[in-house]
Every structure is written in structure tokens, then in C-alpha cells.
């Protein structure tokens, strides 16, 4: 096929052309400049500073797989140290072969990894478990909901576990742009607005976290898993078709073919909110249980785990959250199950 | 089509699981003799999630005809990472 020459070395063929720039690159210099857009992304953003111990939320994906081979190619020029912390969610079938793909890559880049389960963090409740719990409801079981606010918190017990200073995922411009649709769609005024920037800087003693891939397009990232040869994991979490996620991918895909520029542009205007003063929250506090960052009573943790235990799974679900702010009697914490693949009983 | 073209299929990131029924003949006959799951949708183009390197190039517009010996890889972008 006749190809141009590359516009950057001049020597190779050109192997691709990049989305946005036109600019025909070969697969070396087109990694050389997503690395180096990824460094600009960190450094015009402080995000890492020298010195920062960095847990990689690593799920054995193709974004995260980038994100740990980028990082650690820049970690010298940053000053940084990595740590990779996998979660182990408890879907069977699945997580067990992606936690492999992980234990490849941190024994292939020479990187230390932690696992943590939800089932030693929440009292034995894997997503399997909390699958069981919420079906049969004729409704959707929301599973995706539980996994979303478990995971962050599973994540960030990990980093703590290592001492990290920093925590990064692999979100992509993709991921975020889908967010903010998410976001419009359930009329959550308050993550709207929130959402915009680069990093959290960790409220209510959260670690700072940020998602250095945050400007690079989902199409980018396999480009570059492809031409660095990257192994990782490629299939989808066997209950990721019943995500309310998947109607605003779709969305963004028909978006994205009449206007290329959609991804990013939604991602930038979500940047530039500001909320009318009616909408604004109130300041959080801390959660009555765990501490944690909250706007009620409970933190949303807390909240689901609160649900699943009383036998009430849905409970944390949805805009009234009733009966969640009475607080009720002090519960015993609940007592760690073994790991067994019996179904938690029934409340 | 003329004469018949000796060409490598590869398939990465389960995007086998994706296959919609395409216009181009080469995809069609991939589609009948070597899927194993059948997509119950027949669009008219591939799913925008599935990437196309030819000869371990990415050309988002092909116009292009296949050559012998030519080597065509698929990627689904399909799956969270």
C-alpha cells in the first residue's frame, strides 16, 4: 500500500494518522508522541509531583495496561514510583482471568502488586453475590451501580495499603465524554459539575487521584497497545451489557460519527459548568460509619452495604435514597465471610 | 472479485464476538464461514468499535484493494479497560 513517509522521522513508512492532527506518523513516532502528550497532560496539570507514590488502578484492560507502560516509561523524568493495586471484585469467569493478565504485567515491567477483594473489604459481598441479591426484582439489577462505588473505595483502600501518596486510573477522553452524557441523563447536577478537570484533589482525606489519559481518544490507546505490542485482557465484564453506560456509549458513537470533535468537545464543556446558585449541594461531611467523604448521613459505601446487609438491596438506589438518612441503631460490623462460592442468605 | 487472494485474518480483542454483516465481499464471506456466533443485526457497515489495520497499518478511509498475501487485522474497542 503506498504509504506517506513518516512526518516525524522521515525514515519509516507511515503507519497511521492520527485522528485529530492528520499527521501521518509510523508506529514508533506515533508512541513517542502519545507518551509525550501524556507527560504534558501530568506536568501542565501538576497531577504527580516528584517523589509521589502512585497506585495504578490496574484492571488487566487495555487502558490501564496503557496507562502502567506509559508511566513507567515517564516515571524517571517524573520523580514518580508505581505500584500497581488490582481489585478484585469476585465475578466469576471473569476478574480471575484479567487479575492474570495483570500478575504478567507486574512480573514482566518489574512492578509490585497488591490485590484487594471486596470480600475480605465488605463483609463477603462479592459482585456475584450482590448479583443474587438484586435480582429476580424484575427491574434491573444495577449491579453496575454497586460495582462503581465499591470499586473506587476498593481502590483506594489499596493505595492506603501501600503507602501511596497518589492514585491514577486509565479513564479515557471515551470514558469521560460517556460520564458526562451520564451525568446530563440522570440529571446529577452536582457530579456535573465536579466532574470537569483533570484530578480530584481529595477531599474528606481521599487520596488525590487523577486519570492521565484523560485527553487521549479510547481509538488512541488501542493504537498504541498495538504498536508497543501490550498484553492485556479483552473481554467484557459479563455483567457490563446490563450498564446504564452502554446507552450513553452507543450515544456517543452515533455522536461521534456525524462530529469527530464530540468526545472531546463534551469532556471540555463539562469543564466549563458552573452550577445556578439553587442547584449548588450542600458542603459534605463525613460519613456517621467510616468517615468518609459524604453529603448524607452515610457514605455511598456505606450506603449500598447498608442495603445488601438489611436485605434491602435497592435501598441506596435511586434519587430518594429513602429511609437511608435515619440512621437506626448501631450495627455490629458485620463479621468477615470466608471466601466460599455459597450464595449469601437471604435477610 | 478475479482471482483469488491469499490473505491472514486476525481477530483481537474478542471483536469475533462484534461481526456485523459488511458490503465489502471479503468481509461477508468471513462473516459465513468463520463465525462462530452469529450477530443477529445486519448493518451496512462495520461496528464503529471494531479498528481495521492492513499490513499492521490504521487508515481510517480505505480505499484500498486488497492484494495478495495482504495481511488484515481486526480490534474491538468494545470493552472497558
Known amino acids: 500500500m503506498p504509504a506517506p513517509q513518516c512526518a516525524s522521522c522521515h525514515t519509516a513508512r507511515a503507519a497511521l494518522r492520527r485522528p485529530r492532527s492528520g499527521q501521518a506518523l509510523c508506529g514508533a513516532c506515533f508512541c513517542a508522541a502519545f507518551e509525550a502528550e501524556v507527560l504534558h497532560t501530568v506536568l501542565a496539570g501538576r497531577l504527580l509531583p516528584p517523589g509521589a507514590v502512585v497506585a495504578v488502578g490496574a484492571s488487566g484492560g487495555k487502558d490501564s495496561t496503557v496507562l502502567a507502560h506509559v508511566l513507567r516509561e515517564l516515571a524517571p523524568r517524573l520523580g514518580i514510583s508505581l505500584h500497581l493495586v488490582a481489585v478484585d471484585e469476585g465475578i466469576g469467569g471473569y476478574r480471575d482471568a484479567a487479575l492474570a493478565a495483570v500478575r504478567r504485567q507486574a512480573a514482566r515491567w518489574d512492578l509490585p502488586l497488591t490485590v484487594v477483594a471486596y470480600a475480605d473489604l465488605f463483609g463477603g459481598w462479592t459482585m456475584d453475590a450482590v448479583a443474587r441479591s438484586t435480582a429476580g426484582s424484575g427491574r434491573s439489577r444495577a449491579c453496575c451501580t ?84 501490550l498484553d492485556y485482557f479483552s473481554e467484557e465484564c459479563v455483567y457490563a451489557p446490563e450498564a446504564f453506560r452502554g446507552h450513553a456509549r452507543d450515544l456517543l458513537k452515533m455522536l461521534e460519527a456525524a462530529r469527530p470533535s464530540a468526545v472531546l468537545d463534551l469532556v471540555h464543556s463539562a469543564e466549563r459548568l458552573a452550577l445556578a446558585p439553587a442547584a449548588r ?55 468477615s465471610r470466608p471466601l466460599t462460592s455459597e450464595p449469601v442468605p437471604d435477610f | 472479485m478475479a482471482a483469488p487472494l491469499l490473505v491472514e485474518v486476525e481477530f483481537r480483542g474478542s471483536v469475533e464476538l462484534l461481526f456485523n454483516s459488511v458490503e465489502k465481499n471479503l468481509l461477508v464471506w468471513i462473516k459465513k464461514n468463520l463465525l462462530k456466533e452469529q450477530s443477529g443485526q445486519s448493518c451496512s457497515s462495520l461496528q464503529s468499535g471494531v479498528l481495521v489495520l492492513i499490513n499492521d497499518a490504521y487508515w481510517e478511509l480505505l480505499n484500498y484493494q486488497l492484494q495478495n498475501q495482504d495481511s488484515i487485522l481486526f480490534i474491538s474497542m468494545l470493552h472497558s479497560g
Not at chain 1, 501501600?162 to 440529571?187: I, K, Q, S
Not at chain 1, 446529577?188 to 481518544?217: F, I, K, T
Not at chain 1, 456505606?302 to 437511608?324: E, F, T, W
Request: positive net charge; contains cysteine.
Open chain 1, 281 to 335: 449541594p450542600p458542603p459534605p461531611g463525613a460519613c456517621s460509619r467510616c468517615g468518609a467523604l459524604a453529603s448524607r448521613a452515610l457514605c455511598q459505601a456505606c450506603a449500598l452495604l447498608d442495603g445488601l446487609n438489611r436485605g434491602r438491596p435497592r435501598l441506596a438506589i435511586g434519587k430518594g435514597r429513602r429511609g437511608l438518612d435515619e440512621e437506626g441503631p448501631p450495627r455490629e460490623p458485620q463479621p
Open chain 1, 146 to 229: 454497586f460495582c462503581g462505588v465499591l470499586r473506587r473505595r476498593a481502590l483506594e483502600e489499596g493505595a492506603r495499603l501501600v503507602g501511596a501518596t497518589h492514585v491514577v486510573t486509565g479513564h479515557n477522553a471515551d470514558d469521560m465524554a460517556e460520564t458526562v452524557l451520564m451525568n446530563f441523563l440522570r440529571g446529577d447536577a452536582g457530579r456535573l459539575a465536579r466532574g470537569g478537570g483533570l484530578g480530584s484533589p481529595g477531599e474528606g482525606g481521599a487520596l488525590p487521584r487523577c486519570r492521565p489519559l484523560q485527553l487521549a481518544s479510547q481509538k488512541e490507546v488501542v493504537l498504541y497497545a498495538h504498536f508497543r505490542r
